[in-house]
């Protein structure tokens, strides 16, 4: 069972910047794949951003690129979203998953972290 959880939330003005961590209680950590959402009040659940076991891969959402930097230190356990140039519409809770393949079961295993608000506000 994965634990993981989520810091570095909070309330910025436009075109500040902010840096969520995640870290993850897995010791296999570099086996699982790693993404933040986010879910906005009254809005579904989106993915933001996406980066491999390996951290060869990443993938963003089209409203973040260029803005958002998702990276990981494996050696710390530990998934970082590097956010610059906040916008009001970034307004949300921000989710941490993991995610890795269960060749057992042939199925995917996804665990969450409890979310850390962040708030785009003047």
């Known amino acids: 069972q994965v634990q993981l959880v989520e810091s570095g939330g909070g309330e910025v003005q436009p075109g500040g910047s902010l840096r969520l961590s995640c870290a993850a209680s897995?010791?296999?950590?570099?086996?699982?794949?790693m993404s933040w959402y986010r879910q906005a009040p009254g809005k579904e659940r989106e993915l933001v951003a996406t980066?491999?076991?390996?951290?060869?891969?990443?993938n963003y959402a089209d409203s973040v690129k260029g803005r958002f930097t998702i990276s990981r230190g494996n050696a710390k356990n530990t998934v970082y979203l590097q956010m610059n140039s906040l916008k009001p519409e970034d307004t949300a809770v921000y989710y941490c998953?993991?995610?890795?393949?269960?060749?057992?079961?042939?199925?995917?295993?996804?665990?969450w972290g409890q979310g850390t608000q962040v708030t785009v506000s003047s």
């Open positions: 980066i491999t076991s390996a951290g060869g891969n990443t």
């Open positions: 897995e010791v296999t950590f570099n086996s699982y794949a």
């Open positions: 998953n993991a995610q890795t393949w269960d060749t057992v079961r042939a199925m995917y295993d996804d665990y």
